[in-house]
């Protein structure tokens, strides 16, 4: 709480957040010597209070760092020195959860007060490759995309982007307690690992008719017993699915078959699995479904995340972000979910793909409002139709702009006349758009009748209206009318406008 009021007090004081058209981005930049001091030494000591809960993992020295936080001389990245003693021994799955755990706790601090662009770990100075050299990956060289392309007809398969969806996490084999877990554990109902795949389902779904795209998963979707775990093979990590139908494929589901097969090391090759199949599989897109998790419960909302380094990658996540957002914030109920922001991270998912690769962790299944939202069909229909809007407006090179009524002019028009109500709009909207209008006042003794119309077409909308009367009373009147458009996404966008008749 602490950090939070001092995050809003320094950077809402900065030059840049109190000069006009400024971003806020660069408020930390312009915070003065001693101000941005005090706010890195708060940082640190939140940095350090979240550390110090986390168990140490083998290899680490004890789990007493010597930790740091500072902000990078733009202002825009989080700079955290977990000192040479955090290293582990192994660099895997354990190891990143800890460092999401950390990020993932931190991230939530700048939240509607200052933008950043990600959190980058250090290690006495050194990235983790430093003492990890075979785990650095170059970014790949991407092709933009920047241009429409052809629309080709469904039965065009060889046109079709490749898209394959992983839904993180399932259930794995744990050497030292002899047992099948889950990843993530339960949070009053809420277990990522079962969550996710119905999320996936709904995001092929979308995929596939709105994107005309060819999708794939790398998690099972049957519901047949897989016999050493004895669940249902759908709520099991993609490792077993691949080694059971690939088996020839050892250097995607065993790819560390070198290491003993001791502690948690098949959830690490399931973690290196999901962007190796890819690879090998060639797709056009690698996106994966996940939900988030924290030990400070009031954490909460949608976050983004691409691998650091990527351009191209941060254009798809900034892509996603905005239409998620979008879906989300015009579903009934909905309207304030939390919708966090875009960040870089260093994953293993996203840093292994050699495709744009995006991370949407949809909400916090830790938090009791996110759980909520988790556990309801419509919340991940809405979310997941976000995402698919995202891929498809990124693939189209079209930059983020939300569906929204800009303006829809009130009508002055003498009694007994038509004319056409004309409604401006920007944004992407997925044809056909339906409107829905009804009268919001209405003279008395009249009937105000609204009317539903399908809409396509470039703005702006347009409808016949009239001031039809056939009595005597009234030399002129008035009506108001309220008017919803819902997009073939169910994206929805309102206005309303006046009617002057007799005017």
């Known amino acids: 709480f602490t950090l939070t009021v001092n995050l809003v007090f320094f950077v809402g004081n900065s030059s840049a957040a109190n000069s006009g058209g400024a971003e806020s981005a660069s408020a930390v930049a312009s915070l003065s010597k001693s101000d941005r001091s005090q706010l890195e030494k708060d940082l640190t000591q939140e940095a350090q209070r979240i550390v110090k809960r986390l168990p140490p993992l083998e290899g680490q020295l004890s789990n007493k760092h010597d930790v740091s936080a500072r902000f990078d001389s733009a202002g825009k990245v989080l700079i955290v020195d977990l000192g040479r ?12 959860d800890n460092l999401h755990a950390i990020s993932r706790s931190l991230l939530p601090l700048f939240d509607d007060v200052v933008t950043i662009d990600g959190i980058e770990f250090r290690y006495s100075g050194k990235d983790i490759y430093y003492y990890f050299p075979k785990d650095y990956r170059p970014s790949p060289v991407q092709k933009k995309t920047d241009v429409k392309p052809v629309a080709l007809p469904q039965a065009a398969v060889a ?3 490749k898209v394959m969806i992983s839904a993180g996490h399932g259930a794995y084999y744990h050497y030292g307690y002899k047992d099948w877990r889950y990843q993530r ?10 969550v996710t795949p119905p999320m996936s389902t709904y995001l092929s779904q979308f995929l596939i ?10 998690r099972s979707q049957d519901s047949t017993i897989h016999a050493p775990s004895g669940l249902e093979w759908w709520k099991v990590a993609s490792r077993y699915y691949l080694a059971n139908k690939y088996p020839e494929l050892t250097a995607v589901w065993n790819s560390k078959s070198k290491s003993p097969r001791e502690g948690d090391i098949e959830r690490t090759e399931d973690l290196y699995a999901r962007p190796l199949f890819a690879n090998n599989q060639k797709v056009d897109a690698l996106l994966h479904v996940h939900t988030n998790g924290v030990a400070e419960t009031t954490a909460r909302g949608l ?4 691998q650091t380094g990527r351009v191209e990658d941060k254009k798809f996540a900034e892509s996603v972000h905005c239409y998620m957002k979008e879906a989300i914030s015009t579903t009934p109920g909905y309207e304030t979910y939390p919708t966090g922001s875009v960040n870089f991270d260093d994953n293993a998912e996203t840093r292994e793909a050699t495709m744009p690769s995006v991370i949407a962790e949809v909400g916090f299944h830790t938090n009791p409002d996110d759980q909520l939202a988790l556990k309801d069909p419509v919340f991940q229909k809405a979310a997941m139709r976000g995402f698919e809007k995202g891929y498809r407006m990124y693939q189209e090179g079209k930059a983020c702009e939300p569906f929204q009524i800009t303006e829809t002019p009130n009508i002055n028009s003498p ?9 401006h709009y920007k944004g992407n909207p997925r044809f056909p758009v339906k409107r829905v209008s009804k009268a919001t006042s209405c003279p008395s003794g009249l009937t105000c009748a609204g009317s539903t119309k399908s809409l396509t077409g470039a703005s702006p909308f347009k409808v016949q209206g009239n001031c039809n009367y056939n009595g005597t009373a009234l030399k002129k009147f008035q009506m108001t009318w309220e008017v919803i458009f819902t997009d073939a996404d169910g994206v929805t966008a309102k206005t309303t406008y006046v009617t002057n008749c007799g005017a």
Do not use: C, H, M, W
């Open 303 to 306: 976050r983004i995340f691409y």
């Open 185 to 194: 554990d339960n949070f009053n109902g809420v277990v990522e690992d079962l």
């Open 209 to 218: 008719s709105n994107s005309n795209a060819l999708t794939s998963f790398v």
């Open 415 to 423: 009694l007994n006349k038509s004319f056409d109500v004309l409604s």
């Open 159 to 161: 046109a079709q982007k």
């Open 85 to 96: 003693d955090y290293v582990p021994k192994i660099n895997g799955a354990e190891f990143e």
